[in-house]
């Protein structure tokens, strides 16, 4: 007998009506009487799970002793009307094989309610857990709609590599890839020497996929990224993380309207489609972490992100009378406080900011005709701040170089990069949305930790 899984089974349920069939899985709960048991069992396919009825004449207590919480059962039976409230079918047990046992005594998850903090450090465990295996299905998901958006388009995907020689942000915080004995590293005249190490050069761990998206972007027009990607900041807060994945589209021929468009679309398009295909782990979510999930999630869909320039923000900043942490002027940097300051409390919608100085952002982003700003642009959202950073990007190469050298970039450590704005340079666009802000505004968990299977933070990577 062939096994079916449960999202099978109880989205079709007419159809195996009568019929006996074999499920496997694992125990969520066993109660009962003298007269029956009923197994609550869980296979992964859905958070559903499939009530499993045995009859105490057929099923002795002996028989059902290994069938507790977290144990893996094989079960046959035929498919009857449920009686009780909750499902629509059951299975009138006719044999329980136990596969795999879970000591009532040992298994961490025998009771529930346990906390967020306590499951991460059962992060081997915890997709067992009703949120967990909520959170997996949907980032399947949301990976799934991320790939066809950009199938649809026409929009190919490239690999770009993990272990590089640049950093693409310039922000310096990298995690370094090295074969060289670390207890003996070899010197000349006081300075590490690369050119004993693996690659002959300094490497290290991609902090974006972008520089080398660009390459793509000018061959093949319009590219996306969607890999693994690397910051050793010793960031702790519920929005970061050392290892995150990012979408990277690139975009030939956009100018920063265009990128905007297309970022606006995107976040529509994904959120949309988690609305369309994730439902029963949505009202989970919704009904046990946050009752406003599912309605915020429709109208972010429904109505347009406000776009609005840095220094505009700014002034809506300064003028709001809100006591912020960090005081804000032109020219610093954001903080979280000011960009969900803007999104929850001003506007109550997703806001694009665009116009940032040129100070406070990354080398290859398109100048202004002021000089003073550039062509960026970062989509901030509710409860999460930044959720995407992008821009037009310098096509000219006096200018680029101009820019390298403010920054104390060598033109050696990149030339590749440079030689495309010298062969058949264009304006082009792209922009990077990391995968974890998505999944938290999605999911509506509030820490990026419990979105990913197994998160790396400072001083966290056990599993
Ligand atoms: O704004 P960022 O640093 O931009 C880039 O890396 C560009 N190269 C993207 C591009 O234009 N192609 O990062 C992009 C996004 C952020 O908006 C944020 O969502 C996410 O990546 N991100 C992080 N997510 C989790 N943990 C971290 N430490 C993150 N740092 C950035
Ligand atoms: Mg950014």
Same mark, same amino acid.
């Given at each position: 007998m062939s096994r079916i899984k449960i999202k099978t089974l109880l989205s079709d349920s007419a159809l195996y009506l009568d019929s006996t069939i074999e499920v496997k899985g694992w125990v969520r709960s066993k109660r009962g009487n003298k007269h029956v048991a009923f197994i609550a069992l869980n *296979?992964?396919?859905?958070?559903l799970t499939f009530q499993i009825v045995c009859d105490t004449q057929t099923f002795s207590e002996e028989m059902l !002793? +290994?069938?507790?919480? @977290?144990a893996c059962i094989k079960a046959i039976g035929k498919v009857v009307a449920s #009686?009780?409230? @909750? =499902?629509?079918v059951e299975m009138q047990a006719t044999s329980v094989e136990v596969i795999g046992k879970a000591d009532p005594e040992t298994?961490? %998850? =025998? !009771? !529930?309610?346990?906390s967020l903090e306590f499951l991460r450090e059962i992060a081997h465990l915890r997709p067992r857990t009703n949120t967990f295996s909520a959170v997996l299905r949907m980032r399947h998901a949301m990976a799934f709609a991320i790939h066809k958006f950009f199938n649809d388009k026409g929009f190919f995907y490239i690999h770009t590599p993990i $272990?590089?020689?640049? +950093?693409?942000?310039?922000?310096?915080a990298m995690f370094q890839v090295t074969t060289l004995d670390l207890n003996n590293v070899p010197k000349v005249e006081g300075k $590490? +020497?690369?050119? #004993? +190490?693996f690659f002959g050069k300094a490497t290290n761990l991609t902090v974006s996929g972008q520089l080398e998206g660009e390459l793509g972007a000018m061959a093949l027009g319009e590219i996306y990224t969607f890999g693994p990607t690397f910051r050793a900041e010793n960031s702790n807060t519920t929005?970061? %993380?050392a290892e995150f994945w990012m979408i990277e589209p690139e975009m030939a021929f956009y100018e920063l309207v265009d990128n905007m468009n297309l970022a606006e679309e995107f976040l529509k398009y994904v959120i949309r489609y988690a609305l369309d295909h994730c439902i029963d782990d949505l009202k989970f979510l919704n009904e046990m972490y946050d009752k406003e999930l599912i309605s915020r999630l429709e109208s972010v869909t429904q109505h347009p992100f406000v776009r609005l320039t840095y220094t505009e923000a700014v002034e809506i900043l300064k003028s709001s009378g809100h006591k912020f942490e960090y005081k804000v002027d032109w020219g610093t940097d954001l903080q979280s406080e000011h960009e969900r300051y803007l999104v929850e /409390?001003?506007?109550k919608k997703p806001v694009i900011l665009t116009h940032?100085? /040129?100070?406070? !952002?990354?080398?290859y982003m398109k100048l202004d005709e002021d000089g003073k700003t550039v062509k960026a642009m970062d989509v901030l959202f509710p409860g999460?701040?930044?959720?995407i950073g992008g821009s037009q990007r310098e096509d000219n190469l006096e200018k680029l170089t101009a820019r390298c050298a403010e920054v104390g970039i060598h033109e050696s450590d990149i030339w590749w990069y440079l030689e495309t704005r010298k062969f058949g340079s264009a304006p082009h666009s792209g922009f990077g949305l990391g995968f974890e802000r998505l999944m938290l505004f999605v999911t509506g968990? @509030?820490?990026?930790? *419990?979105?990913?299977?197994f998160p790396r933070t400072p001083k966290n990577a056990e599993f």
């Open positions: *296979d992964g396919s859905t958070i !002793k +290994d069938v507790t919480t @977290g #009686q009780g409230a @909750g =499902q629509s298994y961490p %998850l =025998q !009771k !529930k309610g346990h $272990v590089t020689g640049s +950093d693409a942000e310039g922000a310096g $590490v +020497d690369y050119t #004993q +190490d929005r970061h %993380l /409390k001003h506007f940032y100085p /040129k100070e406070i !952002k990354a080398f999460i701040g930044e959720i968990m @509030g820490n990026i930790r *419990d979105v990913i299977p």
